[in-house]
């Protein structure tokens, strides 16, 4: 144990700060909102807060992907829209089978990011100027399919309204998923370890691994308990957890994740190693257009409706903010799956309180805008920290 905290220690001091500040700030903005009201903290509260994640938080979860290449995209929330707005008429209006509509959406998102990807890498359109322009392109295609109603209401009794609203798992079925997925956590790490070990790397200790697994496991417990004893878990906040995880293997386990981390740290490097830099960009980018799409139709599917105001206001920056705040470097090549799910966290959290406190979302957008500067900065002094001291 003390080997795994002088660990810490070092990178932290080699300006490897990882997920602790987000971390430290999320317990610092709950301990503010739970002595301002103490709802906030209550199981009914945050059991709404899951389930308000889950939408951002995929949309997220693509930002994060191109951000991890060292580009943006401003259009996700324009996307999202146009792709509630593409699964309530198919499904409402034409009568699709809600399976083909679901399809049909993502679709939608994937085509955008596929466009994205052929422009930037053909033409060489800054990312920047390119999503900015789809956002606008995407929120008039958003109206033109909408009509003149503007508003498409899905049918409460449909399974898609029935996912999002009101499908919860039972308390056993929690427990067990959450004793699984940490055997699977530990299972892995073991491993690795012994690969690394077998090739003479150096590796965590069994010891180590079983300390932070027993940990996990407890605190995963608790928290699923506690959850429990309102609603309990929403199936949409699971699904969100799953495609977290997926994400994360995809990234750290696959020679595509590689290649994203490759091209986000040094484009002509990742060129002469052999990665078909091009490839990349383009899946980067119809990757976050997929995800935007999804989290459009799970705040539809939320809503219960897809009208003009789906995936305007505050989505792009709240989904932006999210990756942000939740560790990846606006730089490219830093950053992981996770960084979707804390940051949507810290998102929600300061939504959720100050609403709590009958607060408006003047204040909300400051408080937002505060903490993602902070971000931002931590992101910066990081970065020198690592060049001063060789690494990276």
């Known amino acids: 144990m003390q080997e795994a905290a002088s660990l810490v220690v070092a990178r932290i001091r080699g300006g490897d700060l990882g997920p602790l500040p987000v971390i430290v700030g999320l317990a610092v903005i709950w301990t503010v909102f739970q002595t301002l009201n103490p709802v906030f903290l209550s199981s009914t509260n945050l059991v709404n807060l899951t389930m308000q994640c889950a939408a951002i938080g995929t949309i997220a979860l693509g930002v994060v992907v191109v951000l991890l290449v060292g580009e943006i995209d401003l259009s996700v929330g324009s996307v999202s829209g146009l792709a509630a707005a593409v699964l309530t008429v198919t499904f409402v209006q034409l009568q699709w089978n809600p399976v083909l509509a679901i399809a049909a ?5 994937l085509c955008a990011g596929l466009l994205y990807g052929f422009i930037f890498t053909r033409f060489g359109v800054p990312s920047f100027i390119l999503t900015l322009a789809g956002l606008l392109g995407f929120l008039g295609l958003q109206l033109k399919v909408l009509g003149d109603t503007g508003s498409i209401n899905l049918p409460f009794t449909s399974w898609i309204v029935l996912f999002a609203q009101r ?29 690394r070990a077998a090739a003479n790397l150096d590796s965590q200790s069994l010891l180590s691994i079983g300390v932070r697994g027993g940990v996990l496991l407890v605190l995963l417990l608790g928290a699923t308990w506690y959850l429990n004893l309102s609603r309990g878990v929403g199936v949409m906040f699971v699904f969100f957890l799953a495609l977290v995880v997926t994400m994360d293997i995809l990234l750290t386990r696959t020679r595509w994740g590689r290649a994203i981390y490759a091209v986000g740290g040094s484009q002509e490097a990742a060129r002469r190693a052999g990665i078909r830099v091009g490839r990349i960009f383009v899946s980067a980018f119809a990757l976050c257009s997929s995800f935007a799409a999804l989290g459009g139709i799970l705040a539809a599917a939320h809503l219960a409706a897809a009208n003009q105001s789906s995936g305007v206001g505050d989505t792009n920056l709240n989904a932006i903010a999210a990756a942000v705040i939740g560790g990846t470097s606006l730089f490219g090549g830093r950053g992981s799956a996770y960084s ?8 929600q959290s300061i939504s959720s309180g100050l609403t709590l406190l009958n607060l408006d979302s003047s204040v909300r957008y400051m408080v937002t805008g505060v903490v993602l500067v902070l971000a931002v900065i931590i992101d910066a002094m990081s970065r020198r920290t690592r060049a001063a001291t060789g690494r990276g």
């Open 105 to 109: 959406a993502i679709a939608t998102g």
């Open 167 to 195: 499908m919860f798992l039972p308390a056993w079925a929690s427990y067990v998923l959450v004793v699984a997925a940490v055997a699977v956590s530990v299972g892995s790490r073991v491993r690795l370890a012994r690969r």
């Open 340 to 347: 979707a799910l804390i940051g949507v966290l810290v998102i």
